[in-house]
């Protein structure tokens, strides 16, 4: 009886054991796959403005606003600050260092979630960006390049470990903040519009 209870409680503790090691294996292989899919849609088009497509990595180097100003007539509105931008290249960089760490059996620590803060930051700007220039059809205008690029970060956050609502902060503090820095940036350049219409 005892050998038999015995026995019992090594399958479930092997079967415990094992379906733990599967799913470690399946969110491994998601956290590849997602970094792999943010690798390459950044160099693909998110949007098409009057026949010229822009990619996602146009902001990192700066053709954004060149495309923009030819398209839409709108310029960079601080154009000093552009070197911040650069930032942006971090997202192919540390979409290539996930995937080698994940590879590698190594912990990827705060790397997926400043990842995908950074890609769903890009992404609300392109989208904020096309409703300020174009002003129509906003998500129609966007590629299924740009659609995935979302997912992928998404999942980016969710196949890593975290609380929910760690996770779902690291999902909304990058939208929201480009959110929010765009509306002040339209306040002033309407102002400035108003001001000089006035004069």
Not at 80 to 99: C, D, E, G
Not at 123 to 147: E, R
Request: proline share 4%.
């Amino acid at each position: 009886m005892f050998c038999r209870f015995a026995t019992i409680q090594l399958k479930v503790a092997f079967f415990k054991n094992y379906l733990t090691f599967q799913i470690m294996m399946t969110k491994k292989w998601l956290t590849i796959i997602c970094s792999s899919v943010l690798l390459i849609t950044f160099f693909l088009p998110w949007v098409n403005w009057d026949g010229s497509p822009v990619a996602g990595y146009a902001m990192a180097t700066g053709d954004l606003f060149k495309i923009s100003e030819a398209k839409l007539a709108l310029a960079n509105p601080f154009p000093k600050l552009s070197f911040t931008f650069l930032a942006f290249w971090l997202i192919p960089a540390m979409a290539i260092v996930i995937a080698f760490l994940s590879v590698s059996n190594k912990k990827t620590g705060l790397i997926p979630f400043i990842t995908a803060a950074l890609s769903l930051s890009l992404i609300t700007l392109y989208i904020l960006f096309t409703d300020f220039g174009v002003g129509k059809n906003v998500l129609g205008l966007m590629s299924i390049a740009a659609w995935a690029h979302v997912v992928a970060a998404i999942g980016l956050v969710f196949f890593n470990a975290g609380s929910l609502l760690k996770k779902l902060i690291w999902i909304v503090i990058g939208p929201v903040f480009v959110f929010a820095s765009f509306k002040l940036i339209e306040k002033k350049l309407m102002s400035e519009t108003h001001t000089a219409t006035e004069n």
